[in-house]
C-alpha cells in the first residue's frame, strides 16, 4: 500500500525521488534512509545554542538571533529553533543567508551582554555535531571498560569450586560413620584392638 500511495504522490508531482526509500522521524535532526547514509532533515545555517538556563523560552533566543544577526532584519530571513532539550536548540537560519562561522562570532558577543542568557555556548553545527560523537564515543568506551571490571571481580569471588570440598568432606563423615555402626559387637581390628568400634561394643570388649 505504501508504494501505490508514493506512486500516486510521484504521479502528482507531490513525493520527489529524493524522498525515496526515506522515512520522517518526528523529533530527529536526520530522516531515516534504507539506501544511504541518513540525511540531515534540516538545511540551511543551522546554530547549535547550548548551556542556557532551563527558563529560556524560544522568543529569548529569536530577540537574541535579531539582534545579534543584521541578516534577519530582512523580511525574507525567518529564523526557526528547533529543541533539543531543555537547555539546548538550534537555530536554523536560511541558505545563504549569513555565514556561519560569523553568526556564531556575533551570536556569542550579543548573548555575554545578558544576565538572561549567561552561560550560553554557540557553535556551529559541524562543531556540536563532532562534540556529541567524541562524547558517545568516550562513554561507550568508559561502559565496556566498567562491564569488563566487573566481571572479573565477578570470577575472582566466585570460583567454580566453591563449597564443593566441604560438602564432599561432610558426605564422607556420615559413609563413614554408618559403615561403622554397622560392624557387630565386639568385633575388632586385625590387632585386635577395640578402636573404632562403637561405645557400647568398647565396653563389652573391655568387660571381656
Not at 4 to 23: I, K, P, Q, W, Y
Not at 136 to 141: E, M, P, Q, R, T
Request: include cysteine; hydrophobic fraction near 45%; glycine fraction near 6%.
Amino acid at each position: 500500500m505504501t508504494g501505490v500511495v508514493f506512486a500516486r504522490l510521484r504521479d502528482d508531482g507531490v513525493a520527489t525521488d529524493e524522498m525515496r526509500s526515506s522515512c520522517f522521524l518526528m523529533r530527529s535532526l536526520y530522516r531515516f534512509a534504507l539506501a544511504a547514509e541518513d540525511p540531515l532533515f534540516e538545511s540551511g545555517v543551522i546554530i547549535a545554542l547550548s548551556r542556557f538556563g532551563a527558563t529560556v523560552k524560544t522568543h529569548t533566543l529569536l530577540e537574541l538571533l535579531a539582534a545579534a544577526l543584521p541578516c534577519m532584519a530582512s523580511q525574507a530571513v525567518r529564523a526557526t529553533i528547533r529543541w533539543i532539550d531543555d537547555t539546548a536548540a538550534l537555530a536554523i537560519l536560511p541558505k545563504g543567508s549569513c555565514v556561519a562561522e560569523e553568526a556564531v562570532a556575533a551570536l556569542s558577543v550579543a548573548a555575554s551582554q545578558r544576565v538572561d542568557l549567561a552561560g550560553l555556548r554557540v557553535q556551529t553545527h559541524e562543531a556540536w555535531s563532532a562534540e556529541l560523537h567524541s562524547s558517545s564515543v568516550a562513554l561507550s568506551a568508559n561502559v565496556h571498560a566498567t562491564t569488563a571490571a566487573l566481571a572479573a571481580v565477578t570470577n575472582e569471588h566466585s570460583g567454580p569450586s566453591t563449597g564443593r570440598p566441604a560438602k564432599r568432606a561432610r558426605c564422607d563423615d556420615r559413609v563413614s560413620h554408618v559403615e561403622t555402626s554397622k560392624q557387630p559387637a565386639g568385633a575388632t581390628g586385625a590387632s585386635g584392638s577395640s578402636e573404632g568400634l562403637p561405645r557400647r561394643s568398647k565396653r563389652l570388649a573391655a568387660q571381656l
